[in-house]
């Protein structure tokens, strides 16, 4: 009787709240390059576009404002500057003691599996790598001794910090994490911003009235078309993911991972992608490289003893760890009815198993291009394009359409001329879902790639034939860059090409290979 009573009264209630268009909150997404060397996208749910794109502003100045704090890149930023101090009391920044006094949380709590130091042994590994040669043993003993010395001491009488040793640091671990948790917190800062999400190359944070699907990139196929590995729901939290699987060193023609165990100055050799879902991201960000140091059943333990922290761990075998809660981030529960995507792309949908298996040859053609650095530290990342049409001229299969938003809703550019002037296309993007966003590794400034798995929109295998690759890409109040690629796709795989770049697209490649090609990891 009372859950009736209960009920009436909000129904009477509810008439008497009067919501106009303007009151209701609309999501604006805004993307950049170049920012801090990799990618960031931001969505902010307002009730106008001043609003957001004040809260856009705010995160931009606050990134550029830690960037000059926490850069080893930039000899005159405030670590570069303390690094050549030695052995004298230094008066830094609120930031800096807060970053150095989380490092050494962490190399306490992970056993000194995270280590600023870790920088002398990447120093050895890049110029081994140089010489195509790996590091002599006296090397990456010399450099892992002067690692894992104590490097800093804080006083807190006084906020100095004395540095101890010669030995470069870097802070790669934490530092991005710290400033995406900064940044948020910058924009939140007015109270008009109902949710936030801000991914800077893989860091991800998801603020306020904002719950949002993340798809996690499969560690051995990342490919921005490809399958996720699997999907989570998340609310008020960070995601980071770290893996060997985008970076690293090569030598005598293999793979080693950039990740660094600082305690023995080797690669990682068990974990290949470590996802952590974090209340913090500098807290997601310092556990993702840590998970990817210490074996995946120590990792695990680890993230067992941390309140709020869940994690997905994936060995080269390709065994998954995943925590004890894990199960209930990738539960969409209500989340799926109010979960919108985040990156601006599209894919067609899961072939069918029929098709599959009727599929002649386990080929693919692979195209990887990086977009051109403009003047100026950051920019807005163009509209994008990449497709397959047949002889008729017939789009068969689109890999990557990215767009930039008007908001409320997308905006399907007509600066892509040629793909907008193909209905067939524009109905594709049109029924088809957006992919989520996707928490990954960091990637290298504007490069790209995408794989066409040998099937057309439909689920169909392609029929050997004649087809031709477009990229297109146009840049608001920049230019119009359009690269056809003539090609034949058979029974017979077709060498690696490379493709004449332009003002645009600083270089780009397309190969037509076996999808257990060796020389690529996937």
Partial sequence: MF????????????????????????????????????????????????????????????ISRLEKIFS?????????????????????????????????RWIKLSGGAFQPGVEAIGRVWSAAAKRDELPSAEALAAATTLANQKHWSIRASDNTITRLTDCPLTLNAIAKGMIVERACEAALAEKSIRGLIVNLGGDLRVCGDSIREVAIADPRNDAENAAPLTRIYVANRAV????????????????YSHILDPRTGKPNDEVISATIVARSSHEADALATICNVLPAAEGLALIESLAGVDCLLVT???????????????????????ATPFQVAFAADEPAEEAKKAEPELLELLVKFELSRPAGSQYRRPYVAIWLEDEDEFPVRTAVLWMLTKQPGP???????????????????????????????????????????????????????????????????????????????????????????????????????????DGEQK
Avoid: C
């Fill in 3 to 62: 859950y009736l009573r209960f009920v009436l009264a909000i129904a009477l209630w509810i008439p008497a709240i009067t919501l106009t268009a303007d009151d209701l909150p609309q999501t604006f997404t805004y993307q950049h390059e170049h920012v801090l060397g990799t990618s960031l996208e931001i969505q902010v749910q307002a009730t106008s576009e001043l609003e957001a794109t004040a809260a856009e502003s705010r995160i931009l100045r606050e």
């Fill in 72 to 104: 080893t890149y930039d000899s005159e930023s405030e670590i570069s500057r303390w690094q050549r101090t030695k052995k004298q009391p230094t008066l830094v920044s609120p930031e800096l003691r807060e970053m150095l006094t989380q490092s050494d």
């Fill in 240 to 255: 980071a993911t770290s893996g060997d699987y985008r970076r690293g060193y090569t030598i005598a023609g293999r793979h």
């Fill in 316 to 338: 080269k075998e390709g065994k998954q760890y995943t925590s004890q809660h894990w199960s209930e981030l990738t539960s969409p529960r209500l989340f799926r009815f109010s």
């Fill in 411 to 517: 905006r399907w550019h007509r600066d892509l001329l040629r793909w907008y002037r193909n209905d067939g296309v524009r109905k594709l993007a049109d029924e088809t879902a957006l992919i989520g966003t996707i928490s990954a590794s960091t990637r290298g400034p504007g490069e790209y790639k995408a794989i066409f798995d040998g099937l057309d929109d439909a689920g169909q295998p392609l029929k050997p034939g004649k087809y031709t690759l477009f990229i297109e890409v146009a840049r608001e109040h920049g230019t119009y860059q359009l690269i056809r690629h003539p090609l034949t796709l058979g029974k017979d795989p077709l060498e690696l090409t490379e493709l004449k770049g332009n003002v645009e697209v600083k270089s780009a490649s397309v190969e037509y290979r076996s999808r257990e090609t």
